[in-house]
């Protein structure tokens, strides 16, 4: 009887297996990226709902979100833009395509995201007619690496309804509390801008003193993660501030709110 116990036949085993194995996972992550996909966008409208507040046990997300209008703007001129086919629209291809973004200095990148695409996707929800909240992509460095989110406005785009990260690599127990919803409660009602327009809004170190003037612009941080902490506070004056959603916001708080074109 001839042996097994060659080295060409191991060799010859160990081969077939790998080719086997990788054949079953190329199919699989090839067969299942549709639905990771759906997964994906699934995820980021739940996202969407929440920081609006708009979650309901009884309706599914796919219901809820029917009632959300989907906008493309300009960035720069805080016009909305009609040009750019909506469900093509991807903020992570614009962002990263010359054309399509700009490259920012160090000065005005307090987020970090070292590109900001010329054009972003906002999420209008109306009632009966008006508009009731305008929900806004945000992003911006952590300690570990760019916070991806959503924040909620109400009709004045003044008052938080609130904030919620669907994508983040900080750490468990410290960083990661952003997730956590008695913090992300803290921010229900909190206030964006001075009486100048500037953003103040800011997450503090410590506990905000609840009877002091500048408590309404002001959020506990995060004990132990100051750095994700002022990630926060940095990425919302970069999206709220003029290098973000600023033109828009403040365009559409000149036009009639509940028009449906800037
Ligand atoms: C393993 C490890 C993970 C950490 N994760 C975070 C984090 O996710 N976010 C953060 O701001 N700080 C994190 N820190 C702490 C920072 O290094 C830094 O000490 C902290 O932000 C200072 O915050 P404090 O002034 O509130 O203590 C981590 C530290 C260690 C050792």
Not at 93 to 110: H, R
Not at 167 to 172: A, G, I, S, Y
Not at 228 to 253: A, C, D, I, Q, R
């Amino acid at each position: 009887m001839k042996s097994n116990n060659s080295i060409l036949k191991t060799i010859g085993v160990s081969l077939v297996l790998c080719l086997v194995c990788s054949s079953v996972i190329s199919f699989a992550a090839v067969s299942l990226k549709e639905k990771q996909e759906a997964n994906v966008l699934r995820d980021k409208q739940q996202t969407i709902l929440a920081a609006a507040g708009l979650l309901k046990e009884q309706e599914s997300v796919d219901q809820i979100f029917a009632s959300i209008s989907e906008k493309i703007i300009n960035l720069d001129t805080g016009d909305y833009d009609f040009t750019i086919d909506l469900s093509s629209y991807s903020q992570k291809d614009y962002s990263k395509n010359e054309l399509t973004s700009k490259t920012l200095v160090p000065k005005e990148d307090i987020a970090v995201i070292k590109r900001r695409e010329n054009f972003a996707k906002v999420y209008l929800y109306y009632k009966d007619e008006v508009l009731e909240a305008i929900i806004l992509p945000v992003r911006g460095l952590g300690l570990w690496g760019t916070l991806y989110g959503y924040i909620a406005l109400e009709s004045d785009l003044q008052t938080i309804i609130g904030l919620e990260f669907y994508k983040h690599k900080e750490t468990p127990g410290l960083g990661a509390e952003v997730d956590n919803p008695k913090w992300k409660a803290l921010w229900k009602g909190k206030k964006v801008y001075d009486t100048n327009g500037e953003v103040i809004l800011s997450v503090i170190k410590g506990q905000v003193k609840r009877n002091s003037p500048s408590s309404l612009y002001q959020v506990d941080g995060l004990s132990g993660a100051t750095i994700t902490s002022k990630g926060v506070t940095n990425l919302l004056h970069f999206w709220l501030g003029e290098m973000g959603y600023g033109p828009y916001l403040k365009k559409l708080k000149e036009s009639n709110l509940g028009n449906s074109n800037v």
